[in-house]
Each structure stands twice: as structure tokens, then as C-alpha cells.
């Protein structure tokens, strides 16, 4: 593609070089074809001479003799400049039929059979564009794609992801599904050798696998790399596969118009009326300023600190002129999924997007159009992973003061990490949540139903939208573990506090801070010794 471009963009170039060619040409005949000044002409022969018609002659004969061998050079470098722009043309020819638009591949259904000797042809190319056979520059050492290794049980991977393990077995299907076709597809391979004919042969069966490694380049493919026994000890035998990826094709281009879209944000409280004061803060900020396409629902349990949370809301409707907003009361123990299932059913209008919130979340007006983009009735919902923020006093503890809020939220190894295992902020259509039965309201306190409803919908014909967002943020608070759970939950929520306090380098400065303190110490005394 690159090099059809380059031809291409080329072409005009070429021409205009030829042009300028012709018209030089033409300039140098002119020159050539005028005649000499008075001073430089050619002595002629004496009038009363024998010879003077045959003097004329022979001039002549001899200014005709270089006009021409002038022209035929001239022919030359035309017929050489056409020449050359033929084979320009035919290369670039080539070059569409060696490596074709990966429309065409798509749309050209007149030919399926040149369409798909396109493809394979694409495919093959593929091989030679990765790293495949040779190795290649790199900047950086960040640039280096790393491989995975694999066994008949495990996968040691670099990017654990949820289940935070570097070893496991594979659980999701799709990869499970492809280690297993790329063992069977490489064991064929061996027990059917190229050009073996009816020899006789070793079988090669799963037992035979070592171990193998591969590596995904996302705009190439995925190389595939397989250790089996050999026929002695320390032989060996090895396969290289590589799945290539097909050109990229076009599935849809729409305009999507969400101007009339409107979210409920449905908020779940009890107490925590200062939270609820800086989560009003964010709202009006983003939700009333910035979208304005938005409404509030506060499900509140209890009646303690009710009061000051509803002057709170009513304070901001007030100076931001907002009256979108419903305040419900129950009189019951805090249940999350209750207050968000109650707050969703209380919803009498049209059919809107739900966005499950707590009261501890900032969120960013770009997140709000992601959750609306993210969210089609029967068919899409979201469920967005969010940035979990440290401590912040730990991690500015070395500074003069710790920054403002908004200044905080910074995604770097250093401030937060990705929490991929929480499931209560969400975005869905109202019809959905409906249809798939809502929150299990047999599961009390905090925890657990959120869990229960993601599998609702993974197990339903809807596609669930799991990503990174960067404008939704889990605000960091103190992590209570209670006296009265048993040794060993005690143990885990210590274990999520520590988790959620600070990075693992930052913990460690925190354990070592004595001899790093020792270590200055002496430091310092050694530099007043000198």
C-alpha cells in the first residue's frame, strides 16, 4: 500500500520531468537550427572558384549529417524516459495485484476467485512484514513485544489482568480454544511430514509437547513457536506457525447523534455526608456545566445525617438552576443493590441510561458521551474499568502539601491502578436492566450484587463493553476491616487495604524507611568528616 502511494504521489513528478525534457529539447534544436553572427560564420568559397557548388554541398550535407544524429539522440532519451515511466507503471501494477486494497478484498464480488488469491496473497505478505525470519530495529527496549510461554495446563503470561496470577491455567475461551488448535495443527504437521510419501514414522501425540512460546503483533499476527521430543534425549524437534491477520474491512460507518440522550445517574447513600458534598461538587461541575444532558437519583437509607445530605442537593439546584433530580428514602439497612434497583424502577420516562454510581466516583463529561456510545437498547451494554487512586498521603507525603483533587487524578503506576475487579459502575439502558432481572435484593450490606448482575448479562445475547476509561475514577478512602470477621477475612481485607494504599515500590519505602533514614544518616555525617 505504502509503496502505491509513494508510486503514486511520484507519477505527476515524472510527467512534469518529461515535459520539462520535450521543452528543453526544442530550445536546443532552436539554438542549434539558428544561424551563426556575421563574425562566426563559416568562410565561403571564392565566387570565381571551381568548387563553389560543391563547398555548398558538402556544408549542407554536413549540417543535415549533425541534425540528425542530434534528433535520433533526442528519440533515445524520449524512447528512454517511456520506457522507464512503462516500467513504473507496470511495477506499480504488480504491486496492486501482489498486495491489494483490503476493500477490494471485501467488496470485489464480481471475481471471488481473483479476490481470493488477493487474500492469500495478503496473508503471505503478512509473513514477511513480522518478525518472523529476521529481527528488526528497535528504538527502545520498551518496544520490544514480549513472548508468552505456554504448556499442555499453563500459560506463564507478563499482563495477568484480572485474575492477577502470572501463572494460570487459561480460562478464557477464546484462548484456550486457540492454544489447543495451534498444539493440534503443529502435532499434524509432524505426523505428516512434506515429501514423506508411505514411509514409515514416528506418531507424535500431545504427550510429545515441551513447551512453546508466542507473541501477538497486533497489525500482523500471532507467531507461534512449538518444542516436541525428539528421537533421542536431548533432540528435538520444532514447529513455527503463524496466523496471520486478515486486511482490515469495514463493518459500519453511521452518524450517531446523542444530543437527546439522557443519563440517570443513580447514587446508593447512607451518612457519608461530607463524600456526598465533593461528589456534588464533580456532579455540578460535569453533569449540570459541562453535559447538561443528565439527571440525579439519590436512593437514601436511614435518616441519619438525611438532612444535611438533602440541603446539600437542594443547595446545588438552587445556584445551578438544576431541577433534574429525584431524593428517595427508605427506612431500612444500607443495601446497595436495593437503592440501585429501586432507583432505576422509580424512573416513569422514557428509556434512558443508567449509570450506576457511588458516592466516592469522579467522573469526567467525556466519560458521560463514552457511556452513552457504549449503551444501545438490546444490544450493548457497559461496563467500564475504572482508575483507583492510592493513598494520597503516602504518595505526596514528601511533599510541602498534597495537591488539589483534580490535580491528583493522574493515571501513572505511581497514583492508582486499573481496578479490573469491580463491577458496580455501569452503564445500561433502563429496558435492559429490566429485561435481565435486575439486582439478586437477597444480598445484603455492600459487595457481591454487582458480581451477580454482570453475569446476568454475560450470559445473555448482549455484548458486555469492558475497557479502560480514563475519565472515571474510584477517589481513594479508608479501607475498615471489622473485628468480627474470621481470621481468614480479616487476613484478605488486609490484604485488599494494602493493595488499595499504595503502589508495591511505595509499600516497600514504607518497610525500609529505618535503614533508608540509616542510610542518609551516615551520609550525611561522612560529607561533614570531608
Same mark, same amino acid.
Given at each position: 500500500?505504502?509503496?502505491?502511494?509513494?508510486?503514486?504521489?511520484?507519477?505527476?513528478?515524472?510527467?512534469?520531468?518529461?515535459?520539462? +525534457?520535450?521543452?528543453?529539447?526544442?530550445?536546443?534544436?532552436?539554438?542549434?537550427?539558428?544561424?551563426?553572427?556575421?563574425?562566426?560564420?563559416?568562410?565561403?568559397?571564392?565566387?570565381?572558384?571551381?568548387?563553389?557548388?560543391?563547398?555548398?554541398?558538402?556544408?549542407?550535407?554536413?549540417?543535415?549529417?549533425? @541534425?540528425?544524429?542530434?534528433?535520433?539522440?533526442?528519440?533515445?532519451?524520449?524512447? %528512454?524516459? &517511456?520506457?522507464?515511466?512503462?516500467?513504473?507503471?507496470? %511495477?506499480? &501494477?504488480?504491486?496492486?495485484?501482489?498486495?491489494?486494497?483490503?476493500?477490494?478484498?471485501?467488496?470485489?464480488?464480481?471475481?471471488?476467485?481473483?479476490?481470493?488469491?488477493?487474500?492469500?496473497?495478503?496473508?503471505?505478505?503478512?509473513?514477511?512484514?513480522?518478525?518472523?525470519?529476521?529481527?528488526?530495529?528497535?528504538? #527502545?527496549?520498551?518496544?520490544?513485544?514480549?513472548?508468552?510461554?505456554?504448556?499442555?495446563?499453563?500459560?506463564?503470561?507478563?499482563?495477568?489482568?484480572?485474575?492477577?496470577?502470572?501463572?494460570?491455567?487459561?480460562?478464557?475461551?477464546?484462548?484456550?480454544?486457540?492454544?489447543?488448535?495451534?498444539?493440534?495443527?503443529?502435532?499434524?504437521?509432524?505426523?505428516?511430514?512434506?515429501?514423506?510419501?508411505?514411509?514409515?514414522?514416528?506418531?507424535?501425540?500431545?504427550?510429545?509437547?515441551?513447551?512453546?512460546?508466542?507473541?501477538?503483533?497486533?497489525?500482523?499476527? #500471532?507467531?507461534?513457536?512449538?518444542?516436541?521430543?525428539?528421537?533421542?534425549? @536431548?533432540?528435538?524437534?520444532?514447529?513455527?506457525? *503463524?496466523?496471520?491477520?486478515?486486511?482490515?474491512?469495514?463493518?459500519?460507518?453511521?452518524?450517531?447523534?446523542?444530543?437527546?440522550?439522557?443519563?440517570?445517574?443513580?447514587?446508593?447513600? +447512607?451518612?457519608?455526608?461530607?463524600?456526598?458534598? %465533593?461528589?456534588?461538587?464533580?456532579?455540578?461541575?460535569?453533569?449540570?456545566?459541562?453535559?447538561?444532558?443528565?439527571?440525579?437519583?439519590?436512593?437514601?437509607?436511614?435518616?441519619?445525617?438525611?438532612?444535611?445530605?438533602?440541603?446539600?442537593?437542594?443547595?446545588?439546584? &438552587?445556584?445551578?438552576?438544576?431541577?433534574?433530580?429525584?431524593?428517595?428514602?427508605?427506612?431500612?439497612?444500607?443495601?446497595?443493590?436495593?437503592?440501585?434497583?429501586?432507583?432505576?424502577?422509580?424512573?416513569?420516562?422514557?428509556?434512558?441510561?443508567?449509570?450506576?454510581?457511588?458516592?466516592?466516583?469522579?467522573?469526567?463529561?467525556?466519560?458521560?458521551?463514552?457511556?452513552?456510545?457504549?449503551? %444501545?437498547?438490546?444490544?450493548?451494554?457497559?461496563?467500564?474499568?475504572?482508575?483507583?487512586?492510592?493513598?494520597?498521603?503516602?504518595?505526596?507525603?514528601?511533599?510541602?502539601?498534597?495537591?488539589?483533587?483534580?490535580?491528583?487524578?493522574?493515571?501513572?503506576?505511581?497514583?492508582? *491502578?486499573?481496578?479490573?475487579?469491580?463491577?458496580?459502575?455501569?452503564?445500561?439502558?433502563?429496558?435492559?436492566?429490566?429485561?435481565?432481572?435486575?439486582?439478586?435484593?437477597?444480598?445484603?450490606?455492600?459487595?457481591?450484587?454487582?458480581? @451477580?448482575?454482570?453475569?446476568?448479562?454475560?450470559?445473555?445475547?448482549?455484548?458486555?463493553?469492558?475497557?479502560?476509561?480514563?475519565?472515571?475514577?474510584?477517589?481513594?478512602?479508608?479501607?475498615?476491616?471489622?473485628?468480627?470477621? #474470621?481470621?481468614?477475612?480479616?487476613?484478605?481485607?488486609?490484604?485488599?487495604?494494602?493493595?488499595?494504599?499504595?503502589?508495591?515500590?511505595?509499600?516497600?519505602?514504607?518497610?525500609?524507611?529505618?535503614?533508608?533514614? #540509616?542510610?542518609?544518616?551516615?551520609? &550525611?555525617?561522612?560529607?561533614?568528616?570531608?
Amino acid at each position: 500500500m505504502m509503496l502505491r502511494r509513494g508510486f503514486i504521489l511520484f507519477l505527476p513528478r515524472l510527467v512534469g520531468l518529461l515535459v520539462v +525534457a520535450c521543452c528543453s529539447v526544442s530550445i536546443v534544436y532552436m539554438l542549434a537550427c539558428t544561424p551563426k553572427g556575421d563574425s562566426q560564420q563559416l568562410a565561403l568559397p571564392r565566387v570565381h572558384s571551381l568548387t563553389v557548388k560543391e563547398g555548398y554541398e558538402a556544408i549542407l550535407q554536413e549540417r543535415e549529417e549533425q @541534425h540528425r544524429n542530434y534528433i535520433i539522440s533526442l528519440k533515445k532519451q524520449i524512447a %528512454q524516459l &517511456k520506457a522507464e515511466l512503462q516500467g513504473r507503471t507496470e %511495477q506499480l &501494477k504488480n504491486m496492486q495485484d501482489r498486495y491489494p486494497d483490503p476493500l477490494d478484498i471485501q467488496l470485489d464480488h464480481s471475481n471471488p476467485e481473483k479476490a481470493q488469491a488477493n487474500l492469500l496473497a495478503f496473508l503471505h505478505s503478512q509473513i514477511n512484514k513480522a518478525e518472523v525470519h529476521s529481527g528488526v530495529k528497535l528504538s #527502545t527496549e520498551y518496544a520490544a513485544v514480549p513472548f508468552e510461554s505456554f504448556t499442555l495446563q499453563k500459560v506463564y503470561q507478563l499482563e495477568t489482568g484480572l485474575t492477577r496470577h502470572p501463572e494460570e491455567k487459561p480460562v478464557r475461551k477464546d484462548k484456550r480454544d486457540e492454544l489447543i488448535e495451534v498444539i493440534e495443527l503443529a502435532i499434524g504437521s509432524l505426523n505428516n511430514p512434506e515429501g514423506a510419501g508411505n514411509a514409515k514414522h514416528r506418531v507424535y501425540t500431545a504427550s510429545d509437547f515441551v513447551e512453546g512460546i508466542y507473541r501477538t503483533e497486533k497489525d500482523k499476527g #500471532t507467531l507461534y513457536e512449538l518444542t516436541f521430543k525428539g528421537d533421542t534425549k @536431548h533432540q528435538f524437534r520444532k514447529i513455527v506457525l *503463524f496466523r496471520p491477520f486478515g486486511p482490515v474491512m469495514k463493518v459500519k460507518n453511521e452518524n450517531v447523534n446523542m444530543a437527546d440522550t439522557l443519563i440517570n445517574v443513580i447514587v446508593p447513600l +447512607a451518612k457519608r455526608a461530607s463524600k456526598f458534598r %465533593q461528589f456534588m461538587q464533580n456532579f455540578r461541575e460535569m453533569g449540570i456545566q459541562q453535559d447538561g444532558r443528565i439527571h440525579l437519583t439519590v436512593v437514601y437509607f436511614g435518616k441519619e445525617q438525611m438532612n444535611e445530605v438533602k440541603s446539600i442537593l437542594e443547595n446545588t439546584s &438552587k445556584s445551578a438552576n438544576f431541577k433534574n433530580f429525584t431524593f428517595i428514602q427508605l427506612n431500612e439497612e444500607f443495601s446497595r443493590g436495593k437503592g440501585l434497583d429501586v432507583g432505576a424502577r422509580f424512573w416513569k420516562g422514557n428509556n434512558v441510561v443508567l449509570f450506576f454510581c457511588d458516592v466516592d466516583i469522579y467522573f469526567t463529561a467525556e466519560f458521560l458521551n463514552s457511556c452513552r456510545l457504549n449503551t %444501545q437498547p438490546g444490544k450493548k451494554v457497559f461496563y467500564p474499568v475504572l482508575f483507583s487512586q492510592y493513598n494520597p498521603s503516602i504518595i505526596y507525603g514528601h511533599h510541602d502539601s498534597i495537591p488539589s483533587l483534580e490535580q491528583q487524578l493522574i493515571i501513572k503506576k505511581e497514583t492508582g *491502578f486499573w481496578r479490573d475487579f469491580g463491577f458496580g459502575m455501569t452503564c445500561q439502558y433502563r429496558s435492559d436492566f429490566i429485561n435481565i432481572g435486575g439486582f439478586d435484593l437477597d444480598i445484603k450490606g455492600w459487595g457481591g450484587e454487582d458480581v @451477580h448482575l454482570y453475569r446476568k448479562y454475560l450470559h445473555s445475547n448482549l455484548i458486555v463493553i469492558r475497557t479502560p476509561v480514563r475519565g472515571l475514577f474510584h477517589l481513594w478512602h479508608e479501607k475498615q476491616c471489622p473485628d468480627e470477621l #474470621t481470621p481468614e477475612q480479616y487476613k484478605m481485607c488486609m490484604q485488599s487495604k494494602a493493595m488499595n494504599e499504595a503502589s508495591h515500590s511505595q509499600l516497600g519505602m514504607l518497610v525500609f524507611k529505618q535503614e533508608i533514614e #540509616t542510610h542518609l544518616h551516615r551520609q &550525611k555525617v561522612s560529607s561533614k568528616k570531608t
